[in-house]
């Protein structure tokens, strides 16, 4: 019987066999007792070959189930790993594929646990990356794992780079540090096998943890060796897809930031597949549209590039032409800008080997295109810079001899370009005498290496020298071979100039010397013959009465051929000089025999050999002909331009030298014609010469300096400067020199001072000139001392301020007392006006007691206060005996009302002197006085508060003395006239302050109020128009001190104090309630006619005035109302109106009286608000006499006043005059 055995062969194939036991046949014998034993023996052995048969039988079954199972688990794992792949190809995340693999080992090997951990390269340590099955407290637990030879089974497998096995944890050393971690969550066994890359890196670890101790079988490292494979691969996919992410973004980064265009196309279909950023900036045009549109790209091609452009490419793209693709092209921009580009690309084939993808790079190389064109440009403008400078350039190897040579180069030699330079051509244009000069710079610098600086001549073919600067610098290659690079420069002009320079400087020295004109002539001749040889030159002069030509010249002419012409007329036709004299032109005659200018003169010329004549006129500054410089050729023919050249330059030094003759002739002259002149002048007259030396010292100079002649005569004109005008005044003088200024005013920014002979400063003014003589600068100086004048300026100011600050006291006085209805007021803002213009420190004021004849203080003024004494304080107040027969001060005080200053108050003896009379006598204040201990008390109380002296000011009432104002001081002082003026006018106009608080209490409000009223047009008419007139004249006075009218100054202050003291004489007569003094003396028609004289001499305003009808007395009143108006009106078109015409017209009829004022200024709004007192005060006047006023004016249009009194009950209404403008 056969039993089928299915069995693993040695190959792991399963094979299929029998077994059978043998027989014995029917037809054989029975056996005997002994063959039934030996059968027995037989049967018993059979059936344990059978046993043992079955056993085998048995273990093969096993086995082949155990391969069966392993082929189902090798299916198992072939489909996992089928899964895996495809998640690699799909770009899956690497920790759901780490994670499938992990999952993969434990579905495909029950029991175990698989993890896999990653190389973190940075930290040097594992992590797990994937444990689906293990515990999360223990990869936690286990952290960042250290690679190293005892850190567990993965730290030691990647560290010894080779699978660690550790069958049980409990026990193996690899373990120590993580046992615990391990053996508390159940782990028993560890196998770690290391997970490298492709190129043998390490990427991580694979583990199987099992929790029972064990070892692997073959199907574990079956497993192992796979799943490392794929976790390798999945592992390098993932960094390698990372890795070029990142490179993709790192291009594109790049691309973005390069400024050049990167761009990809597709070739079939076309399509643009990228394209960076700077195409926006380059082309001017989005990408998105290049994208939807490629054509944009050919578009933009300029179009006279266009077909190129696009025909190479075509070509290129076609594989027709190279690999490469490297064009220059240019493109128009959207607004109209054309930029070059540079595009090189490479072509990319497929399979097939035919082009798929163009690439490539676009640069905008506009900026080096254009720095290509400034290179040709500059190169041009170099090439004709040498040109022009006459310096060519070249360049020469010693080792290989090769020399170039640049166009001038060529041109300077005198070569043809298209021969080959050598050192044997350059030899041979050397000139002999310089030649050996030359071999030896040469020798020096080739065998040194030294640079090259020398010159030497040049010889020309046509025999012509040039003189030539070399200069190269040489450099040293590595080789040790020597090259030079310079420039050769023809300098022939400059040294002709250097020779023509050393001949004007001497020619020129002659004349500085003052030799004679014909000396200077003569050698100026001769230098122009040395410098143009084969010449003959000729100076002839214009004789004084212009009329012909004088010798003046000729070193090598022929004295007969030169007697023969001297005093040849000037004509149009009258040989070169003669003719070039009359046309004020150059003239070239070629040819004297057949010139027809020559017609008078030929025989004489040929004559003496002279076939040629080129004259030139000789001009002076003015541009008149004073002479004519000819060059004469013994052969026909034209003069070169060298020649042309020299004569510009020999007839600009013939003028120099003639015009300096006759500058020094005509000085001469000058000279003796002001020498009276000069004597007689009173300003300071200094001339100086170009070094500052002093030449001309006239009498008035020595007047104001106080040096005699001699003593300054060829000192430098400091002497005559305070020091430290020196550099100042060096710098206004060189300045002067280089200007083209003939003569200029001196000290415009700065004022100017000169010093005398004493050391004592001056001011001055001064003005200076200067005159050429032939390039010698003479300096003329007239200075005048203005010491005086500026005395008189400083007094016409200090008195203009003066009365400035008048009129403002006054005027402030009268608007007070227009405005103030408390007589108190007024009063303390006089005494506060008196102070403040005074600087005083207090003021009281005192009054004569009529009963007792001792004057009492009633007001006292401190720091702007008023303190008023009531009269029952007055009546308290003790009394000063003031009045007495034998003092010398107070008797003159009160009999003649003269001021008075008590000072030395801090002492003992306290003095008293009369201001009025400069340096008077001081007496003693109480000398002669009766002794009052009051006195006494009053001055140490004003001691104690600080007060040294006190000026003492009378004060009036009906032109009597009645008492004093004491204005304190806590300083000693003097005072101007000016000053007593002013305060003696606001005296008054305290005591009218006084006087309205003494009618305030005695009458009613309206009284005050008319009296004040009548005090204030009072003040007006008098001070404030007087003032008015005082200005216009000191400012006319200020305007003539300007302009140096000294008698017109004079005239304008005499009228101004007249005016002055008119207006104070009128300012006292009101005071005291008097008739206008001009009304005393004279009608009022001719008080008028006085007043308008007056009041506008001097002055730019023209006055009419006249009368019509008969005149006839008017009360008193009326008279002085009409002359104040009058007064009035003219003030403002003097002061406000700046009128140029002034007309006045008093008319008489029977009826009335009538008054037309007009002027053509500039007008005002009668309805307007106005400050002033002016028009008030006229029409309270008119109002009070029962007339009528009518003002018409308007800006611009002048201003007319007609006033109308009626003398009669009949009325007449105003009306205008018909030239009056309103």
Not at 1077 to 1090: S, V
Request: a negative charge; charged letters at 25%; proline letters at 4%.
């Amino acid at each position: 019987m056969a039993f089928p055995g299915a069995l693993w062969d040695s190959t792991g194939c399963r094979s299929v066999h029998n077994a059978g036991l043998g027989v014995e046949s029917e037809s054989e014998q029975m056996p005997t007792v002994n063959n039934i034993a030996q059968t027995v023996e037989d049967s018993v052995a059979a059936a344990e070959r059978l046993r043992l048969e079955l056993e085998r039988y048995r273990s093969e079954l096993g086995e082949c189930r155990k391969r069966m199972g392993e082929l189902e688990q090798g299916e198992a794992l072939l489909a996992g790993e089928k899964r895996i792949l495809e998640m690699i190809a799909k770009s899956s995340l690497l920790e759901p594929i780490l994670d499938a693999l992990c999952r993969l080992v434990e579905e495909v090997s029950n029991g175990s646990l698989a993890t896999i951990l990653l190389l973190d390269s940075e930290s040097n340590r594992l992590w797990h990356a994937a444990a689906p099955s293990l515990p999360s407290t223990y990869t936690e637990g286990m952290g960042g794992i250290v690679i190293g030879p005892s850190v567990g089974s993965c730290g030691t497998a990647a560290y010894r780079r080779e699978p660690v096995i550790v069958c049980d944890i409990a026990a193996d050393p690899l373990w120590a540090d993580y046992r615990n971690v391990a053996l508390a969550h159940g782990l028993r066994a560890s196998w770690s096998t290391p997970i490298f890359s492709s190129s043998g890196n390490l990427l991580g670890t694979f583990a199987i943890l099992s929790r029972e101790p064990c070892s692997p079988t073959p199907q574990h490292h079956h497993i192992t060796q796979q799943i490392t494979h794929l976790a390798s691969i999945a592992i390098e996919r993932k960094r390698t897809e990372a890795a070029l992410q990142e490179s993709e973004e790192r291009f594109r980064r790049m691309a973005d930031a390069i400024p050049e265009v990167i761009w990809f196309t597709a070739l079939e279909p076309e399509k643009v597949l990228y394209v960076s950023p700077s195409f926006e900036r380059i082309w001017g045009l989005p990408v998105n549209k290049l994208y939807k549109n490629p054509r944009l790209w050919i578009e933009a091609i300029h179009p006279d590039d266009r077909q190129r452009v696009t025909s190479t490419f075509s070509h290129w793209v076609a594989g027709e032409q190279v690999n490469y693709h490297n064009v220059e092209y240019r493109i128009v921009q959207p607004d109209g800008a054309i930029r070059w580009i540079h595009e090189r690309g490479v072509l990319s084939l497929n399979p097939e080997g035919k082009p798929c993808l163009a690439s490539g790079i676009s640069t905008d190389i506009t900026e080096r295109k254009r720095a290509e064109e400034e290179l040709r440009r500059s190169e041009a403008y170099l090439a004709e810079a040498q040109k022009l400078s006459r310096t060519g350039s070249f360049g020469w190897n010693v080792s290989t001899g090769g020399i170039t040579w640049s166009n001038e180069t060529y041109c300077i030699l005198g070569y043809d370009r298209a021969m080959k330079p050598n050192l044997e051509l350059l030899l041979e244009r050397v000139h002999p005498e310089d030649r050996a000069l030359v071999q030896q710079m040469i020798d020096r610098a080739t065998g040194g290496g030294t640079d090259l600086d020398f010159e030497h001549r040049v010889l020309m073919p046509d025999g012509m020298v040039k003189y030539v600067h070399v200069v190269a610098r040489a450099t040293k290659a590595e080789s040790g071979a020597i090259e030079f690079v310079g420039a050769l420069m023809d300098v022939t002009e400059r040294k002709r100039a250097e020779v023509l320079v050393a001949g004007e400087k001497k020619l020129l020295e002659m004349i500085a010397r003052g030799s004679s004109l014909a000396s200077v002539l003569d050698a100026l001749c001769r230098f122009g013959e040395e410098m143009s040889g084969n010449v003959l030159v000729s100076i002839l002069l214009v004789s004084p009465d212009g009329k012909s030509l004088r010798h003046g010249a000729a070193p090598s002419l022929p004295k007969s051929y030169t007697e023969a012409i001297d005093g040849a007329l000037i004509g149009p036709c009258a040989g070169s000089c003669g003719t070039a004299a009359y046309r004020g032109e150059r003239i070239i005659v070629s040819d004297i025999a057949t010139d027809p200018l020559w017609d008078q003169y030929r025989h004489l010329a040929i004559d003496h050999g002279l076939r040629a004549c080129w004259s030139t006129p000789i001009f002076s500054t003015t541009r008149d002909v004073i002479g004519t410089f000819a060059l004469y050729s013994r052969e026909p023919g034209s003069p070169s331009s060298e020649q042309l050249n020299l004569i510009e330059q020999m007839t600009h030094l013939a003028a120099v030298a003639i015009e300096r003759k006759c500058a020094e002739e005509a000085l001469r002259r000058s000279e003796s014609r002001f020498e009276g002149i000069l004597a007689i002048a009173e300003d300071a007259i200094i001339s100086i010469d170009s070094n500052q030396r002093i030449l001309l010292f006239n009498q008035g100079a020595e007047k104001v300096f106080g040096y005699g002649k001699s003593e300054v005569i060829g000192k430098p004109l400091d002497v005559l400067l305070p020091q430290r005008f020196f550099h100042a005044h060096w710098g206004h003088i060189e300045a002067f020199t280089k200007s083209a200024d003939v003569s200029r005013a001196m000290g415009q920014r700065r004022e100017l001072f000169g010093i005398r002979k004493d050391g004592h400063e001056f001011p001055a003014e001064a003005s200076i000139s200067k005159l050429d003589l032939g390039g010698e600068l003479i300096f003329t100086v007239i200075l005048r001392d203005v010491t005086e004048r500026k005395r008189a300026a400083e007094a016409l100011r200090a008195s203009e301020h003066l009365a400035r600050g008048q009129v403002e006291a006054l005027t402030s006085t009268l608007a007070a007392l227009s405005q103030e209805s408390e007589p108190e007021k007024l009063l303390e803002h006089v005494l506060e006006m008196m102070g403040r213009q005074l600087g005083a420190h207090s003021l009281a004021v005192w009054e004569m007691n009529g009963n007792t004849g001792r004057v009492q203080i009633v007001v006292n003024c401190e720091d702007g206060r008023l303190n008023l004494a009531t009269r029952e304080e007055v009546q308290a107040t003790p009394q000063l005996s003031l009045t007495t027969q034998y003092h010398p001060i107070w008797t003159e005080f009160f009999r003649t009302g003269a001021h008075c200053v008590i000072g030395n108050m801090e002492s003992d003896t306290v003095r008293v002197r009369i201001a009025e009379i400069p340096d008077s006598l001081w007496y003693d204040w109480s000398s002669d006085v009766v002794v009052n201990p009051t006195s006494q008390a009053v001055v140490k109380r004003l001691h104690s508060s600080g007060i040294v002296a006190t000026l003492a000011v009378p004060t009036f009432v009906a032109g009597k003395v009645t008492g004093l104002i004491s204005i304190r001081f806590k300083q000693q002082r003097s005072f101007r006239p000016e000053e007593i003026e002013l305060t003696r006018a606001l005296t008054h106009q305290a005591m009218v302050a006084i006087r309205l608080i003494r009618l305030s209490q005695q009458s009613r409000q309206t009284a005050v109020i008319a009296e004040r009223n009548r005090m204030a047009r009072d003040i007006h008419d008098t001070l404030a128009q007087g003032f008015t007139g005082v200005i216009v004249q000191l400012e006319a006075a200020g305007d003539a001190t300007s302009k140096g009218l000294a008698k017109e100054t004079e005239e304008h202050l005499r009228r101004a104090g007249d005016l002055a003291r008119e207006s104070l004489k009128e300012a006292r007569r009101s005071v005291r309630a008097l008739r206008p003094q001009a009304l005393d003396e004279k009608n009022l028609c001719q008080a008028l006619e006085d007043l308008l004289r007056k009041m506008t001499a001097g002055t730019t305003l023209l006055a009419e005035f006249n009368v019509q009808g008969q005149p006839r007395s008017l009360p008193p009143e009326w008279e002085e109302n009409i002359l104040r108006i009058c007064q009035e009106v003219l003030t403002n078109a003097l002061r406000h109106a700046h009128a140029s015409q002034f007309k006045a017209q008093l008319l008489f009829v029977p009826s009335a009286v009538r008054l037309d004022l007009c002027d053509n200024g500039c007008g005002f709004d009668p309805a307007g608000k106005h400050d002033g007192f002016g028009l008030t005060g006229m029409r309270e006047r008119v109002e009070g006499m029962g007339g009528k006023i009518t003002i018409h004016s308007a800006t611009g249009k002048g201003t007319a006043i007609l006033i109308v009194l009626p003398l009669a009950t009949d009325s007449i209404e105003p009306r205008m005059n018909a030239d009056t403008h309103g």
